[in-house]
T-cell receptor
Framework: DTGVSQNPRHKITKRGQNVTFRCDPI?????LYWYRQTLGQGPEFLTY????????KSRLLSDRFSAERPKGSFSTLEIQRTEQGDSAMYLC?????????????FGPGTRLLVL | GENVEQHPSTLSVQEGDSAVIKCTYS??????FPWYKQELGKGPQLIID?????GEKKDQRIAVTLNKTAKHFSLHITETQPEDSAVYFC???????????FGSGTRLSIRP
């Protein structure tokens, strides 16, 4: 069994470009979460999915951010027209509704640097 | 609003000594409290968690205590080892199996 995987691990982009990150949750985990972590801070919730339905979005998730989970398995997070303030670690987590549904397991993250 | 406060922000202890990290939460409806360890360049790793119907939980050298009346919870690491050096985050969950609210982290350093 593999854990949560995220790709790419690192991304450097220029301001104004679009970027897309991918998250593959633990197999058969129904819920998938996206968090953002800036240097020296704890992760902050962005959004989560139960299967393919996006159930909650944080006010941190501006109109430039969009997340999808079309088949209820992997998810993508896209940032359009990136800004320097978007530089952060983007973390994905997953959990199962069947066993200890509160427990979230995190991936290694995608570190984004916007120049 | 939803908030988790964590202290201290940095902690240095001698190898073999104990380390204690304390957190408070604001929403009395919270019922799940995980602790994560994060090493440089890696994602947070769950090390122990406690639910509101339990006052204390222990797993080898790690223990967590919860005081629901005071809305306090703490992490205790005994017999610290060099590999315990990392950033530790406390967290609280505010509704059934949805978002986690994290504290600001404690950077723990173990002196040889």
């Amino acid at each position: 069994d593999t854990g949560v995987s995220q790709n790419p691990r690192h991304k450097i982009t220029k301001r104004g470009q679009n970027v897309t990150f991918r998250c593959d949750p633990i197999s058969e985990h129904n819920r998938l979460y996206w968090y953002r972590q800036t240097l020296g801070q704890g992760p902050e919730f962005l959004t989560y999915f139960q299967n393919e339905a996006q159930l909650e979005k944080s006010r941190l998730l501006s109109d430039r951010f969009s997340a999808e989970r079309p088949k209820g398995s992997f998810s993508t997070l896209e940032i359009q027209r990136t800004e320097q303030g978007d530089s952060a670690m983007y973390l994905c987590a997953s959990s199962s509704l069947l066993v200890h549904q509160e427990t979230q397991y995190f991936g290694p993250g995608t570190r984004l640097l916007v120049l | 609003g939803e908030n988790v406060e964590q202290h201290p922000s940095t902690l240095s202890v001698q190898e073999g000594d104990s380390a204690v990290i304390k957190c408070t939460y604001s929403d009395s409806a919270s019922n799940y409290f995980p602790w994560y360890k994060q090493e440089l360049g890696k994602g947070p790793q769950l090390i122990i968690d406690i639910r509101s119907n339990v006052g204390e939980k222990k797993d080898q050298r790690i223990a967590v205590t919860l005081n629901k009346t005071a809305k306090h919870f703490s992490l205790h690491i005994t017999e610290t080892q060099p590999e315990d050096s990392a950033v530790y985050f406390c967290a609280a969950m505010y509704s059934s199996a949805s978002k986690i609210i994290f504290g600001s982290g404690t950077r723990l350093s173990i002196r040889p």
